[in-house]
């Protein structure tokens, strides 16, 4: 059975950083696609950073601006995402996701699913 487990959110003032982690069992991270997803208030989730299964390369929506960097630690079998510099836009509920196919900002390729972790950035 797989688990994907998201921490690290919190409160966080604007032009503060946050870590989220994504933690799995079931799977190995090195096997799969691993997106960061985000959900504003009111809004649909968007897909906004993945990292590849084959080369590790990661990608991000261009809204991001190089504020975010997604990571892997194949030991903890775990990604991260780096995030500086954020803003009240930045607020939401952020969702890990698997797929064994290939890096796609989009949730209806993902299969598998954290319960997603709220970070709320204060103006």
């Known amino acids: 059975q797989v688990h994907l487990v998201e921490s690290g959110g919190g409160l966080v003032q604007t032009g503060g950083s946050l870590t989220l982690s994504c933690a799995a069992s079931g799977l190995i991270m090195d096997d799969y696609a691993i997106t960061w997803f985000r959900q504003a208030p009111g809004k649909e989730r968007d897909g906004i950073a993945c990292l590849t299964s084959s080369d590790g390369r990661p990608y991000y929506t261009r809204s991001l601006k190089g504020r975010f960097t997604i990571s892997r630690d194949n030991a903890k079998n775990t990604v991260y995402l780096q995030m500086n510099d954020l803003q009240p836009e930045d607020r939401g509920d952020y969702y890990c996701?698997?797929?064994?196919?290939?890096?796609?900002?989009?949730?209806?390729?993902?299969?598998?699913w954290g319960q997603g972790i709220q970070v709320t950035v204060s103006s």
């Open positions: 996701a698997g797929n064994d196919e290939r890096c796609v900002l989009v949730e209806s390729y993902y299969k598998y």
